[in-house]
Antibody, heavy 122, light 107 residues
Framework: QVQLQESGPGLVKPSQTLSLTCNVS??????????WTWIRQYPGKGLEWIGY???????NYNPSLRSRLSIAVDTSTNQFSLRLTSVTAADAAVYYC??????????????WGQGTVVTVST | DIQLTQSPSSLSASVGDRVSITCRAS??????LHWYLQQPGKAPALLIHSVSTLHRGVPSRFSGSGSGTDFTLTITSLRPEDVGTYFC?????????FGQGTKLEIK
């Protein structure tokens, strides 16, 4: 079974760029079974889908973040990454990397990382 | 964006009880509705995809039903490890959205 682990700084200053990496084990990012996904959860527990990318370059970003967001897949390291520019306090959340299963067109979040807390503060 | 509204927001039930949680979509989402359980201190985990298909390893006491805009997650015999927050999620539109969550506690 696919396992995912997020890494990256837990503290980012306002206006700076948030960069997170997700290490994938137990499967390959170019297996063709998943879209590689980022989701965040706010302190009040609400979940927000951020976006996904496939190993072949298929992209789907949340329009609310599209102008600041970049997701990339690195097949050489079996990792994928998130880059969010110009962060504000509203971007503070727990960030999850995840594997989105799309067989049959379902697009469910089959596997989740444990999550990493991101704080935005000076 | 498609809005998902779960009810109730919280509930308390006894071990062995039958529990149902509903998820209502702001427009028809066909069969593209999935359920997750977030146990305390953990990441969410997929229970059911496509309305009624159990994810691998999920116990058969969980089941899902519904179509269009109204969906239900049912636990036939509640166990202590079922406590946590349940979320529904739709993938009908290209902007995937989640319900606000239903917190389930044991009496």
């Amino acid at each position: 079974q696919v396992q995912l682990q997020e890494s990256g700084p837990g503290l980012v200053k306002p206006s700076q760029t948030l960069s997170l990496t997700c290490n994938v084990s137990g499967g390959s990012v170019n297996s063709g079974y998943f879209y590689w996904t980022w989701i965040r959860q706010y302190p009040g527990k609400g979940l927000e889908w951020i976006g996904y990318m496939s190993d072949t370059g298929s992209l789907n970003y949340n329009p609310s973040l599209r102008s600041r967001l970049s997701i990339a897949v690195d097949t050489s390291t079996n990792q994928f990454s998130l880059r969010l520019t110009s962060v504000t306090a509203a971007d503070a959340a727990v960030y999850y990397c995840a594997a989105c299963g799309y067989s049959g067109g379902r697009y469910s979040i089959d596997y989740w990382g444990q999550g990493t807390v991101v704080t935005v503060s000076t | 964006d498609i809005q998902l509204t779960q009810s109730p927001s919280s509930l308390s039930a006894s071990v062995g009880d039958r529990v149902s949680i509903t998820c209502r979509a702001s427009e028809s989402i066909s069969k593209y509705l999935h359920w997750y359980l977030q146990q305390p201190g953990k990441a969410p985990a997929l229970l059911i995809h496509s309305v009624s298909t159990l994810h691998r390893g999920v116990p058969s006491r969980f089941s899902g039903s519904g179509s269009g805009t109204d969906f239900t997650l049912t636990i036939t015999s509640l166990r202590p490890e079922d406590v946590g927050t349940y979320f529904c999620q739709q993938s009908y539109s290209t902007v995937y959205t989640f319900g606000q969550g239903t917190k389930l506690e044991i009496k």
